[in-house]
């Protein structure tokens, strides 16, 4: 999915990347709202999004929750040497390693036989906050979040911890000092 | 696996699956009963051999659903059973548990908080059990027994059927195994050092057992309890239309 505001911008990557051939689907969204609905209708493997949304909630939403492989921040500027990084002043050559290697190590990582089990930093404070007592309501009120985002870091909050009810969520962050025993309704 | 028959011998039985001699306790019947079959022993007993049966398989084969077999006993006679086993998970299951996680804690010189934890985990969920049991007791079973009387006896019950409907019972029948298979994901995962293996090895090893008893307990509800009040409920219903 290609998501720079830049109308001319996004054209251009959308033309760079169909020169490259590669066998995927090419998304264009100018703004977060379009992209949040993309990512939840179809498999997003990577996002190259513009340098204006890196500090957006929003787009942090976007890339917790939607799961993509891999995410590129786009700049009209060189920007010091990220991987992570894509600009305007790329080769042709440049720009087909960084995006081939990123969906490559996506499909590395489909193929690892254990699931991720680290929680993310954004799913530790949801841990944090039900085990403090919070509906799912408060925890997306709390955090910003649409409900939806809340029940999918909840979802896979279960998925890797393989934790399911409040209670046994609430022990779990006592023992990894997230709350302490005098906070917890235990 | 064979399905259990009134002509099956006992100890047969037994002696392919052990965990049957904890089912046959909640009908009185302890080891040393000899060289018979389950039909001659329900004689001796006084037990309803089909009833027995369908406990017997249900508790073998998770898919057994005995839909034949559905009117052939009471639902008194499977309440008095569901009871039995409530008896057993709050007198003795549960307080052995507690005993372990206790000696568990207690053991540990310094003190490790976070057994202390899991101590208090435990406790909540004996208390969600204890809710969930005195529920059914104090409100599903009474209304189940009520239904069976008026089944049986429709000339003596003026009155139409209550609100409370066995749709009711299966929204709010809690999850309490969801807890459980919490607290031994925790024992097993992250149960923070140090700790008496050996007394950890012996609580997971319970809280399987309790498991499996009480997911067997919950089939018997849902796959043999529920669906003959349903049909109960159906009947009533279109005799007093």
Request: proline letters at 4%; one cysteine or more; glycine letters at 4%.
């Amino acid at each position: 999915m290609i998501l720079p505001q830049s109308h001319i911008i996004r054209l251009g990557l959308r033309q760079c990347l169909a020169d490259l051939n590669l066998p995927v689907k090419i998304f264009l969204a100018a703004d977060l709202t379009t992209a949040t609905d993309l990512s939840e209708n179809n498999d997003i493997q990577l996002i190259i999004a513009g340098e204006e949304f890196s500090d957006d909630a929003g787009f942090h939403q976007l890339v917790t929750s939607g799961k993509p492989e891999g995410i590129f921040l786009f700049s009209e500027n060189h920007l010091p040497g990220n991987e992570q990084n894509l600009s305007l002043f790329m080769t042709p050559v440049e720009l087909a390693a960084k995006i081939k290697m990123m969906l490559q190590t996506g499909k590395e990582n489909e193929n690892m036989p254990t699931p991720e089990k680290e929680l993310s930093k954004r799913e530790k404070e949801v841990v944090r906050l039900l085990a403090l007592g919070a509906s799912n309501k408060d925890i997306a009120e709390k955090l910003n979040l649409s409900l939806h985002t809340a029940l999918t870091h909840r979802k896979n909050i279960i998925r890797k911890l393989g934790i399911k009810t409040a209670a046994g969520l609430t022990v779990f962050a006592i023992l990894n000092g997230m709350i302490t025993l005098e906070e917890a309704n235990l | 696996m064979r399905t259990i028959s009134t002509e099956t011998n006992l100890a047969d039985a037994i002696l392919q699956n052990h965990n049957l001699l904890r089912v046959i306790g909640r009908f009185d019947i302890q080891p040393g009963f000899g060289d018979v079959t389950v039909g001659e022993i329900c004689h001796k007993k006084d037990i309803d051999p089909v009833f027995m049966v369908v406990i017997l398989n249900s508790f073998l084969d998770e898919s057994y659903f005995p839909a034949h077999d559905l009117t052939g006993f009471s639902l008194k006679q499977l309440v008095r059973y569901l009871q039995k086993t409530h008896d057993y998970y709050l007198n003795h299951q549960i307080p052995y548990i507690q005993e372990l996680i206790d000696r568990l804690c207690s053991g540990q010189q310094p003190e490790n908080p976070g057994l202390k934890v899991v101590n208090r985990f435990f406790a909540a969920y004996c208390r969600e059990l204890n809710d969930h049991i005195m529920r059914e007791e104090k409100v599903t079973f009474p209304y189940v027994l009520g239904i069976e009387n008026r089944f049986n006896h429709p000339e003596e019950s003026e009155t139409g059927i209550p609100d409370y409907t066995i749709q009711h019972y299966e929204t709010e029948h809690d999850n309490v195994e969801e807890k459980l298979n919490d607290l031994k994901n925790i024992m097993i995962k992250y149960l923070p050092q140090p700790f008496d293996f050996d007394l950890v090895n012996r609580i997971t090893a319970e809280l399987y057992w309790l498991e499996k008893d009480l997911n067997e307990h919950s089939r018997i509800e849902d796959k043999i309890m529920i669906p003959k009040v349903r049909m109960m409920e159906t009947e009533l219903k279109l005799n007093r239309r």
